[in-house]
């Protein structure tokens, strides 16, 4: 082998070293790690919803503000008030409540972002009872819950629900 050759392979194999400890390196910050942390699925995520939604049907406020983190925005379906801590947030619940709210998904699209964070968004639909005259209807409405594991547990940050502008 001559000294050109030899430096090439040289250049060669320091160059494959770097590219492949940038590839390592990206995928341990980007992915679960090779220790065996658990990946965070798409069904792990939606099965937050039926949390949050049993949550509802217990009729108690602050069960359904234990899903929300300390510092949780909530932009609520049928209030025009933006709640920004949980004294707001069980408020609101305490009025929703009374109407007896029963959540079914119509569409959702959710994207994990990492195995702390995702989001889910899309359509759902709620059965409303008003607890005065006992009518019975419901109200379809965009949503967006944006979630963080805390402390091992994964918590409502951002929560927005809008009644469709088209009915």
């Given at each position: 082998m001559t000294?050109?050759?030899?430096?090439?392979a040289a250049v060669v194999t320091a160059t494959a070293l770097v590219a492949t400890a940038t590839v390592t390196a990206g995928v341990g910050v980007a992915g679960p790690s090779?220790?065996?942390?658990?990946?965070?699925?798409?069904?792990?995520?939606?099965?937050l919803?039926?949390?949050?939604n049993n949550a509802l049907q217990t009729g108690d406020a602050e069960t359904v503000a234990d899903r929300y983190a300390k510092d949780a925005v909530l932009?609520?379906?049928?209030?025009?008030?933006?709640?920004?801590?949980?004294?707001?947030?069980?408020?609101y619940f305490e009025h929703f409540l009374a109407d007896k709210p029963v959540g079914t998904k119509v569409e959702t699209?959710?994207?994990?972002?990492?195995?702390?964070?995702?989001?889910?968004?899309?359509?759902?639909?709620?059965?409303?009872?008003d607890h005065e005259t006992g009518e019975q209807r419901t109200?379809?409405?965009r949503?967006?819950?944006?979630?963080?594991k805390r402390g091992g547990?994964?918590?409502?940050?951002?929560?927005?629900?809008s009644a469709m502008p088209e009915g």
């Open positions: 000294r050109k050759t030899r430096i090439r090779w220790w065996g942390e658990k990946k965070t699925t798409e069904a792990e995520i939606a099965a919803f039926d949390g949050w932009l609520p379906t049928v209030s025009n008030k933006v709640r920004t801590d949980r004294a707001g947030i069980v408020d699209h959710i994207n994990v972002l990492d195995g702390n964070s995702a989001i889910d968004t899309g359509v759902y639909e709620f059965a409303l009872t109200v379809t409405a949503y967006t819950y944006e979630y963080e547990e994964w918590r409502i940050v951002n929560h927005h629900s």
